[in-house]
């Protein structure tokens, strides 16, 4: 079966560009999660999804971060301008409703901004 | 969601058993505990779930106490490829989607 896709798996970008992240839930699953990741702040969430509702984006950062999910099957979180502080690992994960915490991470994309 | 503690950090040699415990005080009834392993450059992989007593799978054990104020995840004679970091978190299986949230996590490094 495949697990969560996430692409791109690495990007580098200069300050100011617009980045997008994509993401390919597990099949059948019908929650999605964007966190980042870094040394300082750890593992957070951005925001989750819920049959393609948002349902939580209280740790989306600022109004340059915007996540959608316009199906089932794929989720896009964009950050437009971005800054270096931007610098993260970004991962999706997917669950079905009801498993709790039993959620299914992607490889994360790594996302350096110059 | 209830509160989870857990040490930041953890050194073993090969072979050992190894035992991360995790603190939450403030567990609710319907709670159930899982844990959750990320190897560098990974994204976190679930590995086991309880809510009392006793589970094992082929991965480790977990060990709940009657009052479920905490929990203790055992991995037997871990090897190198064990070096991780270890999440533990808590939170309803049931009853609709949640907010699934992960604390600092324990970094367990294996010493050959």
């Known amino acids: 079966d495949a697990g969560v896709i996430q692409s791109p798996r690495h990007e580098v970008t200069e300050m100011g560009q617009e980045v997008t992240l994509r993401c390919k839930p597990i099949s059948g699953h019908n929650s999605l999660f964007w966190y980042r990741q870094t040394m300082m702040r750890g593992l957070e969430l951005l925001i989750y999804f819920n049959n393609n509702v948002p349902i939580d984006d209280s740790g989306m950062p600022e109004d340059r971060f915007s996540a959608k999910m316009p199906n089932a099957s794929f989720s896009t979180l964009k950050i437009q301008p971005s800054e270096p502080r931007d610098s993260a690992v970004y991962f999706c994960a997917s669950s079905l409703t009801g498993a709790g915490n039993t959620i299914y991470f992607g490889e994360g994309s790594w996302l350096t901004v110059v | 969601l209830a509160k989870t503690t857990q040490p930041i950090s953890m050194d073993s040699y090969e072979g050992q058993e190894v035992n991360i415990t995790c603190s939450h005080n403030?567990?609710?009834?319907?709670?159930?505990i899982t844990w959750y392993q990320q190897f560098p450059s990974q994204g976190p992989r679930f590995i086991i779930q309880g809510y009392k007593t006793k589970v094992t799978n082929e991965v480790a054990s977990l060990f709940i106490p009657a009052d479920r104020k905490s929990s203790t995840l055992s991995l037997p004679r871990v090897s190198l490829s064990d070096t991780a970091v270890y999440y533990c978190l808590v939170g309803s299986p049931s009853g609709g989607y949640q907010k699934v949230t992960f604390g600092t996590g324990t970094k367990l490094q294996v010493i050959p």
């Open positions: 403030n567990i609710a009834t319907n709670d159930y």
